[in-house]
């Protein structure tokens, strides 16, 4: 055990007014871990508030203050609210973990302790815990960004605002006077025919009501109107900011910004935003169930397979967590690679070994071939080795994802000066390709996996082609509806 385990310097608190358990979980726990010992609910909770703890095992059945008391005290306190209790007991009854779980417990171990067990959990809470504080730590750098960035983009904003797609001079009465335009395509009308013209002209209904609207109040309050459209132009949909100044006695000055890219991005993001919820919670949701199931009593067979669901769940979760702060370090450009030489052979075997139960779930059959020229070993590959993992894991996942039940998924190694290739092929659902230009930006998904309902962030491929960009390398995508696709990756 001691082999897999790693050596934090973290902080358990041990809260148990039997001593033979204080001195059994002291002996299990100390090798591994900085360990407090606390014989009864009141100490072990001024203990736990003075100086917070990483994990706390408390015991439910204590005289005084009971463990559940302590778990309510120790919730209800900003400093500890956050710290996660697994509670020991030789209570094995559901309505006692249920309570427990009421209470705010995170696991549940029962009396006699199994040493194995123990620091399986243990291990298994401190590295959750860890991979909360690091999101933790990284959504507020994300959010001083994104602080400075609205800063940022306030001043660019002032700068731009001298600088509009088009610029108009409008009487009172809708005349206008004058125009420039840095798109003529996007002008009221043709450049000939505006000056002079009137809105009510070029301009339908309801829109006109609204522009005559906001030249009244520019003139009469002397403050800036500002209105959001839409036009239309040929087959492509515009949207466009317009502001409203008064320049004179009867006439205001209409700056007019084509902000549609902005428009599409937004509505990307806010739709990002609702399946990123919703691909986080699903995982979450399983492993509650996991571990009620565990709790509840189970068969050796019937724990073995929830604890390895269990095992999944939290993986994917965490492969969620990481997707969504590299996009952030990509856009704040705070991605830094670690270089060292690994085989791919032994790389790629590890990440189709990881989507092998999976597959064989879906009856899914993955094939690996490593094409004449390669070798037993395959090239040495100078690189990130965790960030190409990702890469291979998010492009094997799709594969497997988009391919219907019985399908064939291959993964094809081969040489190709000055480098090599690895190639994912699936006979899936397929690409359509008025997607194929948009499939490695932010956010984007296929249309036809919106139709099918098929879960994803759409930030996947992003970080694929960002990473092997970085690694000097490029990828590529060829697909038929209906038949199924082909990545390939190249790196030098």
Known sequence: MANILSKPKADILIIDDTPDNLRLLNQILSQYYKVRLAPSGVIGLKAAQSAPPDLILLDIMMPGMDGFEVAAKLKATEETKEIPILFISALDDTESKVRGFKAGAVDYVTKPFQEMEVLAR?????????????????????????????????????????????????????????????????????????????????????????????????????????????????????????????????????????????????????????????????????????????????????YQEYWEVLKSEVYRERMLIEDLLNVGRLESGRMQLNYSSFEIIDLLNRVIHQFELPARDQNIIITFQALPGIGDTGPLVCGDENALTQVFVNLLGNAIKFSPAGGNVTVRLAKKDPGFEISFIDTGIGIPSDDLPLLFTRFFRGSNAIKEEIPGTGIGLFIVRSIIEKHGGKIDVHSELGKGSQFTVWLP
């Open 122 to 302: 243990v291990k298994t809470h401190m590295e959750l815990r860890a991979m909360y504080r690091q999101a933790q730590t990284e959504i507020e750098e994300r959010k001083q960004i994104e602080k400075e960035l609205r800063q940022s983009e306030a001043r660019n904003r002032a700068l731009l605002s001298a600088v509009p797609d088009m610029m108009y001079r409008i009487q009172r009465d809708g005349v206008f006077l004058d125009f420039k335009a840095s798109v003529p395509a996007l002008l009221f009308a043709p450049p000939d025919q505006i000056i002079g013209a009137s809105l009510s002209t070029v301009i339908h209904e309801p829109l006109l009501a609204k522009f005559m609207v906001c030249i009244e109040q520019a003139l009469l309050s002397k403050e800036i109107q500002e209105l959001e459209y839409k036009l239309k132009f040929g087959d492509s949909s515009h949207v466009f900011e317009a502001r409203f100044k008064d320049s004179g006695p009867d006439e205001v000055t209409l700056i007019v910004r084509d902000v549609s890219e902005r428009a599409r991005l937004e509505e990307m993001k806010s739709d990002f935003i609702n399946r990123a919820t919703h691909e986080l919670r699903t995982p979450i949701t399983t492993m509650l169930l996991m571990i009620n199931l565990i709790d509840s009593g189970t068969t050796l067979e019937e």
